[in-house]
């Protein structure tokens, strides 16, 4: 069994037993998409929500509403059956407080938000969930379970090791 490590704005597809990771999900989200019946998966890590604004859009799998996208059609070409899709997410949370009176969003907000709606536009019901809050997360799916795994960091516990 081996396991895949995906960076920021990255994305892998694994098949069984392998396991498949991510660590350092504060603001950023991880999407788990996974067949359980072809035991295959991929997770890719969202760094913002959309790319609408990105004028040379080079790194689809850095946004929620490309990456998502890139890897449901990226999981498709690999022999995963949209019928059998199903969603597990973490992050999105909101890593610095600043005083201001704005009622806009924080990025982690933003990025659950826009994950959530590409996720439902693709038909792809989310079966377990972990975001928001105030502390960072490792995630760790296993394909031969279809297990996901939630480490939570908190900022004082990851300085401690540091």
Do not use: W
């Not at 995906?6 to 067949?35: E, F, N, R, W």
């Not at 946004?63 to 059609?73: H, K, M, R, V």
């Not at 924080?106 to 938000?113: H, P, S, Y």
């Amino acid at each position: 069994m081996a396991v895949a490590n995906v960076g920021i704005a990255d994305y892998k597809i694994i098949k069984s037993p392998d396991q498949i990771m991510t660590v350092g999900l504060g603001s950023c989200c991880g999407v788990v998409i996974y067949d359980e019946i072809n035991k295959i998966a991929g997770l890719v890590h969202i760094l913002l929500s959309e790319s609408k604004t990105e004028k040379n859009l080079t790194n689809r799998a850095k946004f929620a509403d490309t990456g998502i996208t890139l890897l449901y059609e990226e999981l498709r070409k690999k022999g995963a059956n949209p019928r059998f899709m199903k969603a597990k997410m973490a992050g999105g949370a909101h890593m610095f407080n600043f005083n201001n009176s704005n009622n806009a969003l924080t990025i982690g907000e933003k990025n659950v938000k826009v994950c959530k709606e590409t996720l439902f536009k693709l038909r792809i019901p989310i079966i377990s969930s972990d975001v928001l809050g105030s502390c960072g997360r490792t995630i760790i799916f296993d394909t031969t379970t279809n297990t996901v795994s939630y480490t939570h960091l908190r900022a004082h516990e990851t300085l401690r090791h540091l």
